[in-house]
């Protein structure tokens, strides 16, 4: 089932509650058949079915989020629950602290900002080859920020404003899976799911224009609301000739339906709709993938997966062949070469000139085709001395029909033609990623480089040149070491560097001709009336420059102690260590004397943190 | 919704950390820079800067170039430098005449430019209406007062338009000041500050319509904290002209906008409407009520401006606007402001204009 934000807090925590997973995979090059849809990469996560024998629970208690999950039988070793939850405490720190500070002030402000994911399972056994199983899961991004202004001088204006966004997914999940015979099984989903991203605001002002009893009133409320929803029904099929000849193959069938874009306004009573054109779609499907041997050290996964796309008037065939060899060269080295084609149906719209949560989904349509993607990748993996494990692959991938925003658009634009506002094009990707892994005793690190392009082009777009994209990032290293101490005690720690994000920011600007525009604007920081109107600013391409590299190191230590069976830890660390002022969001501001600096804001320059876990 | 987006980002300020930062921006563009619209209307007349560092405050001015403007009918024109880059003749471009601009400077390779003056606008059955209606700007979270406007075009082939709106007020609109620099040093005397006074020197002894010299005034005002600058002193100590004619600059630029599909506004500009049309059109637009009521003394008169222009000063306009409003919010994607210019940058673009006399209050 495809969850549309996979994170939360702007990207800092994923949006699962660990203690509740079964399993995390994540293939970024040659995708088995059964997953299709996403051309980048897939994380197949899956949730725990909850103990069957033993109710447990585990409760954390901590500064960034708290969280339960207690699980447990419904009718002993047949059936299980398991339920989830979990919030942050952020937004409670700071609208508690800013509220209360401000409470008898003529004007205030107080931000907040606030996460929370809940997830529930029940898995029931229908015989002993056949189960049933439920999941719900919602979770959310709130980001709010609420202003007034009640001046004592009766004859100034008083304002109120109140604003939010909110961001998230929520998904429901029916799964039925049977061992027909012993080398045949079949899996059978229904499910539904919605990624929502909502704004609203409230702004209220009462103005005393003539005499003091004579007050005018202005209220002002905005509701905007981007959103897809997808009902499917998938059938996956297992069969085992032998345990090293599986086949793979099944059908699905989607049905999507799409929000762009809807903002209503009201003012003083009165309503105001625009709303981009919604779309509906389906896609129908099937899929097939054999593992072959072909000797003793020659494995060949051959598959494919075929689809079609609906959307208006438009019929999308696609075939994905999807191929992959492995060979055993030696107990020690195994060399791996795969292609595969990949399609994706809808578009992921983002602005490449901010770091704000603006990511919105659109379909594909008559006018945008699906996006599509082939990928070669080639890659070993050997064991070293001392048990070292040493993977790299190398891959190029060619992708086409890419969607994004025309010149000066954005997702602040609603408009019924939506498509009228997006521009098509191709991009391609090349890259090399190696990774050093060592386990010994009490001991683990591990050790990751990603050398990589990442390019587009759209003919209307940067003098139809290539340019990087938002995404794209020449290095990566990833450090991480785990150290257990002592029965008691374990360290952690983690170093992360990667390559500045590549944004559109002008280092040059020329006089346009002169009166051409006689009026100004407002800045949106500072609401100042922008005076330098005559300036025309001067990109030699698009994403020319780049934001400062992004690197910070995390420690933590962890302490375990058990009564009984029952696991206490405390945890506690410093997330960004040595306090680097990491770029987040990077603006231009205009000084007093005419010329321009570039702003850096950075979010949470350093962070100690304590956390309490209990299991019983 | 933009101001959404203004506390979203007040937000991110109160909990984040904010730092200049250097960034890297390659090597230096050396570019020269053209800007040069003409209609039969105006003189030749062609500004040529460089493009600058934006940590550098002026432009650099060229005054060694050769300036050809070469005509399709086979003639030449010579363009001469008269001052702070700017390059002119007492010449008139003529409609229905393709000009191409041949311009060289020592260490620059050549640059040239073609184009003409678009072909006349026949504007007719104008219809504004006296009679208000409350539209809501949902970006802007205000309301305001519009009154409809209604008119007929009709043009040769594609036409691409551009409609302003104006008030012009008879109690000053004829009236020229020119600020004598000998004008400074009382201006110190009576505890001007500095920053004024430096900024006051630039505007002395050039001749500027009243409306012009006094928003240039204001802004000094507002940039140097030093208020009623203009009324006090600037415009009782200049040397006042008053014109038989409506003096251009006297106009002043008030709000339309139009909600049909065939001329549309430029982001969330109010003041600017841009649009295209083949052979004949209905344009719907909405201005101002009654902008400004005060006028100065005298009548105060609206006045819509048709502009027909050429392609590239269509694209020129649209993307310099559209820029402008993009600079200024960061939700949307760069835009890359349309030039006609090979070996440079900046515009070589024909236009025609008309006036169009609504109404007086």
Redesign the interface.
């Known amino acids: 089932m495809p969850l549309y934000n996979a994170s939360h807090l702007l990207g800092f925590v994923s949006v699962f509650t660990p203690e509740a997973l079964q399993s995390v995979d994540f293939y970024k090059g040659a995708f088995p058949a059964r997953f299709g849809g996403r051309l980048s990469s897939i994380v197949d996560v899956r949730v725990k079915d909850g103990n069957k024998y033993d109710y447990q629970t585990d409760l954390t208690l901590g500064m960034l989020t708290s969280k339960i999950v207690h699980e447990g039988p419904i009718k002993k070793g047949k059936s299980s629950y398991l339920i989830s939850a979990r919030r942050s405490l952020l937004d409670l720190l700071l609208t508690g602290i800013a509220r209360p500070a401000q409470k008898n002030r003529d004007e205030g402000t107080v931000p907040g900002y606030g996460v929370y994911d809940l997830h529930a399972k029940v898995n029931l056994e229908l015989n002993p080859v056949s189960h049933l199983n439920f999941s719900f899961y919602t979770g959310g991004d709130r980001l709010s920020f609420e202003y007034w202004n009640h001046p004592e001088y009766r004859k100034q204006k008083e304002e109120d404003n109140k604003f939010s966004i909110r961001w998230g997914n929520t998904l429901a999940v029916g799964r039925w899976n049977a061992r027909i015979n012993p080398k045949l099984f079949v899996n059978t989903t229904l499910n539904w799911s919605r990624f929502r991203y909502q704004a609203d605001n409230d702004f209220y002002t009462r103005t005393n224009r003539n005499s003091d009893e004579e007050f005018e009133e202005n209220s002002y409320l905005m509701d905007y609301e981007s959103h897809v929803e997808t009902l499917g029904l998938k059938t996956d099929w297992d069969y085992y000739k032998s345990e090293k000849k599986p086949v793979h193959f099944g059908s699905f069938i989607y049905r999507h339906h799409h929000l762009p874009g809807r903002r209503n306004s009201t003012t003083n009573g009165k309503e105001y709709i625009y709303s981009a054109k919604q779309v509906l779609s389906w896609e129908f499907g099937v899929y097939g993938q054999a593992e072959i041997p072909l000797n003793n050290q020659v494995n060949l996964s051959a598959g494919f997966r075929s689809l079609l796309f609906l959307t208006g008037e438009k019929a999308y065939p696609s075939f994905e062949p999807r191929l992959s060899i492995q060979y055993q060269a030696s107990d020690k080295t195994t060399w791996t070469a795969a292609y595969t084609r990949m399609s994706q149906p809808i578009h992921l719209l983002t602005n490449s000139n901010t770091g704000m949560p603006s990511d919105i989904w659109v379909p594909a349509t008559s006018r945008l085709r699906p996006q599509t993607a082939g990928q070669l990748s080639m890659g070993f993996n050997h064991i070293l001395p001392a048990g070292i494990h040493w993977n790299t692959e190398i891959y190029y991938k060619t992708m086409r029909h890419l969607v994004t925003y025309s010149q000066g658009y954005g997702m602040t634009d609603v408009h019924e033609n939506w498509e009228d506002y997006m521009e098509t094009g191709k991009g391609r990707a090349w890259g090399m990623e190696t990774e050093l892994k060592y386990h010994f005793s009490n001991f683990e690190a591990q050790l990751g480089y990603t050398l990589s392009r990442n390019e587009r082009r759209f003919e209307d777009l940067n003098r139809a040149r290539w340019f990087p994209h938002k995404y794209d990032r020449l290095h990566k290293l990833d450090l991480s070491f785990m150290w257990k101490i002592s029965s008691k005690w374990t360290m952690a720690s983690s170093w992360t560097y990667q390559s500045g994000t590549p944004v559109s920011f002008s280092g040059y600007d020329y006089a346009g001709y002169p009166g051409n525009i006689p009026y100004g604007w407002h800045d949106i920081f500072t609401d100042v009336e922008l005076d330098h109107t005559d300036r025309i600013q001067y990109y030699p391409s698009v994403n020319q420059t780049r934001m400062p590299s992004y690197h910070r190191m995390d420690i933590a230590f962890t302490h375990d102690r058990y009564v009984k069976k029952s696991l206490r830890q405390w945890s506690f660390g410093i997330y960004n260590l040595y306090f680097r002022q990491n770029p987040y969001f990077i603006y231009a501001d205009t000084q007093p004397d005419g010329t321009t600096v570039y702003k850096q804001i950075s979010l949470l320059p350093i962070l100690p943190f304590v956390s309490y876990r209990i299991t019983f | 919704?933009?101001?959404?987006?203004?506390?979203?980002?007040?937000?991110?300020?109160?909990?984040?950390?904010?730092?200049?930062?250097?960034?890297?921006?390659?090597e230096?563009?050396k570019?020269l820079?053209v800007?040069c619209?003409f209609s039969e209307d105006q003189p030749w007349k062609l500004?040529l800067?460089?493009?600058?560092?934006?940590?550098?405050?002026t432009?650099p001015v060229v005054t060694n170039a050769s300036v050809q403007i070469l005509a399709d009918d086979g003639s030449t024109l010579e363009l001469l430098h008269a001052g702070k880059g700017v390059y002119q003749s007492d010449q008139y471009p003529r409609e229905g005449v393709t000009y191409q601009l041949r311009l060289n400077v020592p260490g620059y390779e050549t640059v040239s430019a073609g184009n003409a003056i678009p072909a006349g606008i026949e504007v007719s059955d104008v219809d504004y209406q006296d009679r208000p209606t409350t539209y809501?700007f949902?970006?802007t979270?205000e309301?305001v007062d519009v009154a409809p406007l209604s008119l007929k075009l009709r043009s040769d082939g594609e036409t691409f338009v551009r409609f302003r709106f104006y008030t012009f007020s008879a109690g000053y609109g004829y009236i020229s000041c020119l600020f004598p620099s000998d004008s400074i040093e009382p201006l110190r005397a009576a505890g001007i500050p500095e920053c004024a006074l430096k900024k006051l020197e630039k505007l002395t002894d050039v001749r500027y319509p009243y409306l012009e010299l006094k928003t240039l005034t204001e802004?000094i005002e507002n940039?140097c904290d030093s208020y009623l600058l203009f009324d006090n002193y600037v415009f009782r100590k200049s040397q006042k002209d008053t014109s038989e004619v409506r003096v251009p600059g006297n106009f002043e630029?008030d709000q339309i906008f139009s909600n049909t599909n065939w001329a549309h506004n430029?982001?969330i500009?109010f003041?600017?409407v841009l649009g295209t049309f083949n052979t004949t059109a209905n344009a719907d637009l909405f201005v101002d009520y009654m902008p400004a009521m005060n006028g100065y003394g005298g009548t105060r008169e609206y006045w819509l401006e048709v502009t027909g222009m050429s392609e590239d000063y269509y694209k020129?306009?649209e993307?310099?606007?559209?820029?402008?409003?993009?600079?200024?919010?960061?939700?949307?994607?760069?835009?890359?402001?349309h030039s006609n210019i090979t070996n440079g940058?900046?515009?070589f673009a024909g236009y025609n204009h008309q006036m169009v006399h609504l109404y007086d209050y």
């Open positions: 919704m933009k101001n959404i987006f203004i506390y979203l980002i007040v937000l991110t300020l109160s909990i984040g950390c904010t730092k200049v930062v250097d960034l890297d921006f390659g230096t563009e570019k820079v800007n619209l500004y800067t460089e493009l600058k560092s934006r940590s550098e405050l432009d809501f949902s970006n979270l309301t802004e940039s630029i430029v982001s500009d003041r600017t020129y306009q993307t310099y606007i559209r820029q402008a409003f993009q600079s200024a919010n960061p939700y949307t994607e760069v835009v890359e402001v940058v900046g515009i």
